[in-house]
């Protein structure tokens, strides 16, 4: 049996050892908060160029603003104000007229997640936000998701990234959404002792060598 005073020890050890991770993560925690650029969401941005200006006016009509103004990340592939100048303007009407078809052409812009344009390579699918799959492909000319290319890349905000494209993407009409993943891996992912990361774990750990420590001492 583990003695009284090696016991302690390792108990003493632990301790200290979560106080120092904790206070180590919150000083880091704080230094990022501190000296992090001032940015601007992906709302703000996109509205703050006149290049996107009928973009913005579809995005509100669509009631998507507050979607992309969050705090969760997406990549938007925003066509300019060129790109919409390309559409017949009745179909664009149709569109403005229509809340659910055109959320759902403009959801197929938006992908969850930051995709930098290093991050897109070779030739794929990305799952976008209403869950269609949008094709994409890397060529040493040129970068294109579906019928679209990028112009310009890596406008970054705090809750993503836009690129610049020069058409809009229509969705296939028999496309269909593809099933949603399971949360679980996330879950999975965050690892650490009973789910727990970092120092977190250390506390946790701590606190139940503390509580078998009572109970040898009450047997004793």
Request: charged share 10%; glycine share 6%; proline share 4%.
């Amino acid at each position: 049996m583990i003695s009284k005073k090696l016991f302690s020890a390792l108990l003493a050890t632990l301790v200290i050892l979560s106080i120092v991770a904790g206070s180590t993560g919150a000083f880091a925690q704080t230094q990022t908060t501190t000296t992090a650029p001032m940015r601007q969401t992906i709302i703000q941005t996109a509205a703050s160029e006149t290049n996107f200006s009928t973009l913005m006016g579809l995005l509100k009509v669509a009631n998507l603003t507050d979607t992309l103004n969050g705090t969760v990340n997406y990549t938007l592939f925003a066509p300019s104000n060129a790109a919409f100048d390309k559409i017949p303007s009745s179909t664009l009407a149709n569109l403005a007229n229509n809340t659910t078809a055109l959320r759902r052409v403009l959801l197929y812009h938006v992908v969850p997640g930051t995709l930098l344009s290093n991050d897109i390579k070779g030739n794929g699918t990305f799952t976008t936000a209403n869950g269609l799959s949008l094709p994409y492909s890397v060529t040493s000319i040129a970068v294109t998701v579906d019928n679209a290319s990028i112009t310009k890349t890596d406008i970054n905000a705090t809750n993503g990234v836009i690129h610049v494209i020069d058409s809009v993407m229509i969705p296939p009409a028999n496309a269909t959404a593809a099933a949603t993943a399971s949360a679980t891996a996330a879950s999975t992912a965050a690892g650490g002792f009973l789910g727990l990361p970092g120092f977190e774990a250390l506390y946790a750990v701590a606190g139940l060598l503390a509580v078998a420590y009572v109970v040898i001492r009450r047997r004793k």
